[in-house]
């Protein structure tokens, strides 16, 4: 069965009972999952990851199936949820479960999903599907906190706030945070929100780095020509570098071992951001470990030459990049 994330509330939780939630919208999922943990009272939240329960799911079964009468209510959340569940969600189905929510997290599903599928045609199943935020939605997030507050913050300064925070909620409401607490202190000038939010920076230099070692050359020449990066910012710019390349060595190391893409993405850990999965695909096809081991060194040589000429640190580090991304 089908719902609305805004219709979850009016679920009968002892009817219905297992979830899915899928889509992008990861920090709206995360704010339904912690309102279903705050109605119950002394709720139990125990995180799984799908492929901890398809090794042994004998431990699920039994985490869901073995309450004692003093037992309190539990949410398990199944994260990466996949197709590869969709066998073991059946066969609860056929047994009695009480005072237990399930909730499994899945990214996007497409309409063919044998999971989707099998919780939009059931009555006892319940699929909920985030999409993005709109600029509608963040806006009425963003002045509905103000009136809230008591906070004035004019059009420009709410648009400044959206857009800079790469329109994701968790990062609006993080950035919102800081400005209530420095209206507590005096009044909000827009140099104030210019200064307070400074996420938009680090996307740009993560998305930097991020389309150079997938050797995307184009991007990352626009990326660069659309930025006007400062001199305090390249040291930033090289530690970001020399941390991807890193995880990125880990992955390719992985990835010659077993030869399976997909494998190797999944059980990374920590888990990558499902927005971040197709670029690293494309870095670990185009990168050997042998390679990135020498960008390191290189990376590393490259930090010094900077201290040693910070009037051309910039110059220095962006015919780097651009010489990288080819």
Same mark, same amino acid.
């Given at each position: 069965?089908?719902?609305?994330? $805004?219709?979850?509330?009016?679920? @009968?939780?002892?009817? @219905?009972?297992?979830?899915?939630?899928?889509?992008?919208?990861?920090?709206?999922?995360?704010?339904?999952?912690?309102?279903?943990?705050?109605?119950?009272?002394?709720?139990?939240?125990?995180?799984?990851?799908?492929?901890?329960?398809?090794?042994?799911?004998?431990?699920?079964?039994?985490?869901?199936?073995?309450? $004692?009468?003093?037992? %309190?209510?539990?949410?398990?959340?199944?994260?990466?949820?996949?197709?590869?569940?969709?066998?073991?969600?059946?066969?609860?189905?056929?047994?009695?479960?009480?005072?237990?929510?399930?909730?499994?997290?899945?990214?996007?599903?497409?309409?063919?999903?044998?999971?989707?599928?099998?919780?939009?045609?059931?009555?006892?199943?319940?699929?909920?599907?985030?999409?993005?935020?709109?600029?509608?939605?963040?806006?009425?997030?963003?002045?509905?906190?103000?009136?809230?507050?008591?906070?004035?913050?004019?059009?420009?300064?709410?648009?400044?706030?959206? @857009?800079?925070?790469?329109?994701?909620?968790?990062?609006?409401?993080?950035?919102?945070?800081?400005?209530?607490?420095?209206?507590?202190?005096?009044?909000?000038?827009?140099?104030?929100?210019?200064?307070?939010?400074?996420?938009?920076?680090?996307?740009?230099?993560?998305?930097?780095?991020? @389309?150079?070692?997938?050797?995307?050359?184009?991007?990352?020449? %626009?990326?660069? %020509?659309?930025?006007?990066?400062?001199?305090?910012?390249?040291?930033?710019?090289?530690?970001?570098?020399?941390? &991807?390349? &890193?995880?990125?060595?880990?992955?390719?190391?992985?990835?010659?071992?077993?030869?399976?893409?997909?494998?190797?993405?999944?059980?990374?850990?920590?888990?990558?951001?499902?927005?971040? &999965?197709?670029?690293?695909?494309?870095?670990?096809?185009?990168?050997?470990?042998?390679?990135?081991? &020498?960008?390191?060194?290189?990376?590393?040589?490259?930090?010094?030459?900077?201290?040693?000429?910070?009037? $051309?640190?910039? %110059?220095?580090?962006?015919?780097?990049?651009?010489?990288?991304?080819?």
């Amino acid at each position: 069965m089908i719902a609305k994330h $805004s219709e979850i509330n009016k679920i @009968n939780f002892k009817k @219905n009972n297992i979830y899915l939630f899928y889509g992008k919208n990861e920090s709206l999922k995360k704010e339904k999952i912690n309102l279903l943990a705050k109605k119950f009272e002394n709720t139990q939240l125990i995180k799984y990851n799908q492929n901890e329960i398809l090794d042994n799911s004998n431990i699920f079964f039994n985490e869901i199936l073995n309450n $004692s009468f003093f037992d %309190n209510q539990k949410i398990l959340l199944v994260n990466q949820a996949t197709d590869k569940i969709e066998k073991i969600i059946s066969e609860l189905l056929s047994y009695s479960i009480i005072d237990t929510l399930i909730i499994l997290n899945a990214e996007i599903l497409e309409k063919k999903s044998k999971l989707r599928i099998l919780f939009e045609k059931n009555n006892d199943l319940i699929c909920v599907p985030f999409y993005p935020d709109n600029n509608e939605t963040l806006i009425n997030i963003v002045y509905s906190f103000l009136k809230e507050k008591k906070i004035l913050l004019s059009q420009s300064d709410v648009n400044l706030l959206i @857009n800079r925070c790469n329109n994701d909620r968790g990062n609006i409401e993080n950035e919102l945070n800081k400005i209530e607490m420095l209206s507590e202190t005096k009044k909000i000038k827009p140099e104030d929100i210019i200064k307070i939010i400074n996420l938009y920076e680090n996307y740009e230099i993560s998305d930097l780095v991020d @389309n150079c070692l997938a050797k995307n050359h184009k991007k990352t020449l %626009n990326i660069i %020509n659309e930025n006007n990066f400062s001199s305090e910012e390249v040291v930033l710019i090289i530690r970001i570098f020399i941390n &991807k390349a &890193k995880k990125l060595l880990y992955l390719a190391d992985n990835y010659a071992a077993n030869k399976d893409l997909e494998k190797t993405i999944s059980s990374s850990r920590p888990p990558i951001f499902w927005k971040n &999965k197709e670029i690293i695909k494309q870095q670990i096809i185009k990168w050997k470990s042998n390679s990135i081991k &020498k960008l390191i060194f290189d990376l590393n040589n490259i930090e010094l030459q900077i201290k040693k000429n910070s009037l $051309s640190s910039i %110059n220095i580090l962006t015919n780097f990049i651009i010489d990288q991304s080819n």
